[in-house]
T-cell receptor, first 115, second 116 residues
Framework: AQKVTQAQTEISVVEKEDVTLDCVYE???????LFWYKQPPSGELVFLIR??????QNEISGRYSWNFQKSTSSFNFTITASQVVDSAVYFC????????????FGQGTTLQVKP | EPEVTQTPSHQVTQMGQEVILRCVPI?????FYWYRQILGQKVEFLVS????????KSEIFDDQFSVERPDGSNFTLKIRSTKLEDSAMYFC??????????????FGQGTRLTVV
């Protein structure tokens, strides 16, 4: 069975601090896909990134970066120089081929960035 | 930019009543999903739909739930006899291909269902 664990329930930082959101996943499949979604206070789910299991290269997009490590089954998300607009719930999710494309979400991490 | 649209944004219904939640997926997408998020909890998969039939459903998706793509553009979720525990945010999503196979699922803004 597949599982995603986001151990950090809530994180609070002051603006301009760097913050890392942890994600640990479990699957026996050798091919799988990992995602991060952002849920701002308005409630919608916004796609941030997709990664497949064969691509361990870290990715940077502006202030966002992702560290994928198969050895520790982790796909962590770092926000550099956080801003108040980054305040949201962040979900890590897993998908495996052959299961009709459903996403298995973690519990989410609530990030509060204070001015 | 194409987006998934859900209506209504908020629905209040009495226990035992039927509700229909509506979604317009992105037009060239082929796979459709419903997810549920009880307040403060994680997002849970309900059902996936492809080629006019259910391809997978979760344990939550019991006989009280049904989905339909009535006219080639809308995708609906029906709850026949609502219970208090059905109160949640319901998200519709669509993807061009199976999620993860070179594409991602795009989500609507959600319908908040409140059963009283």
């Amino acid at each position: 069975a597949q599982k995603v664990t986001q151990a950090q329930t809530e994180i609070s930082v002051v603006e301009k601090e760097d913050v890392t959101l942890d994600c640990v996943y479990e699957t026996r499949d050798t091919t799988y896909y990992l995602f991060w979604y952002k849920q701002p206070p308005s409630g919608e789910l916004v796609f941030l990134i997709r990664r497949n299991s064969f691509d361990e290269q870290n990715e940077i997009s502006g202030r966002y970066s992702w560290n994928f490590q198969k050895s520790t089954s982790s796909f962590n998300f770092t926000i550099t120089a956080s801003q108040v607009v980054d305040s949201a719930v962040y979900f890590c999710a897993l998908s495996v081929p052959g299961n009709t494309g459903k996403l298995i979400f973690g519990q989410g991490t609530t990030l509060q960035v204070k001015p | 930019e194409p987006e998934v649209t859900q209506t209504p944004s908020h629905q209040v219904t009495q226990m035992g009543q039927e509700v229909i939640l509506r979604c317009v997926p992105i037009s060239n997408h082929l796979y459709f999903y419903w997810y549920r998020q009880i307040l403060g909890q994680k997002v849970e998969f309900l059902v996936s739909f492809y080629n006019n039939e259910i391809s997978e459903k979760s344990e939550i998706f019991d006989d009280q739930f049904s989905v339909e793509r009535p006219d080639g553009s809308n995708f609906t979720l029906k709850i026949r006899s609502t219970k208090l525990e059905d109160s949640a945010m319901y998200f519709c999503a669509s993807s061009l291909l199976l999620t993860g196979l070179n594409t991602e699922a795009f989500f609507g803004q959600g319908t908040r269902l409140t059963v009283v």
